[in-house]
């Protein structure tokens, strides 16, 4: 069946770093714009970043951007979320979703598949 399994979250201290990986299964993968979102406690979930099908554009949320990189290798059908420089502010559950569809887009309903989350705790 499709999934998407994530993992490498855990605790890290304000200014470090950390990697999520997303292992995708049972779709086509390179037909998928890829994206990684999160959710804090009593927060809506919301859009990190985003990588297109060939991984040639990859777009940020403004609250990320310059700290974390998003990549994706078509070949082992997995993405990746690079983050640098984290913050306590970007603790939350991580998700990688796949979306069936041609441009990045930051909106929660257009991606259709969706892994379990992974936990990402930074402390000050």
């Known amino acids: 069946q499709v999934q998407l399994v994530e993992s490498g979250g855990g605790l890290a201290q304000a200014g470090g770093s950390l990697r999520l990986s997303c292992a995708a299964s049972?779709?086509?993968?390179?037909?998928?714009?890829m994206g990684w979102f999160r959710q804090a406690p009593g927060k809506e979930r919301e859009f990190v970043a985003g990588?297109?099908?060939?991984?040639?554009?990859?777009r940020y949320a403004d609250s990320v951007k310059g700290r974390f990189t998003i990549s994706r290798d078509n070949a082992k059908m997995t993405i990746y979320l690079q983050m640098d420089s984290l913050k306590p502010e970007d603790t939350a559950v991580y998700y990688c979703?796949?979306?069936?569809?041609?441009?990045?887009?930051?909106?929660?309903?257009?991606?259709?598949?969706w892994g379990q989350g992974t936990q990402v705790t930074v402390s000050s």
């Open positions: 990588i297109s099908r060939s991984g040639g554009t990859t």
């Open positions: 049972g779709l086509t993968f390179s037909n998928y714009v």
């Open positions: 979703a796949a979306a069936p569809i041609l441009i990045i887009t930051v909106v929660v309903e257009q991606y259709r598949v």
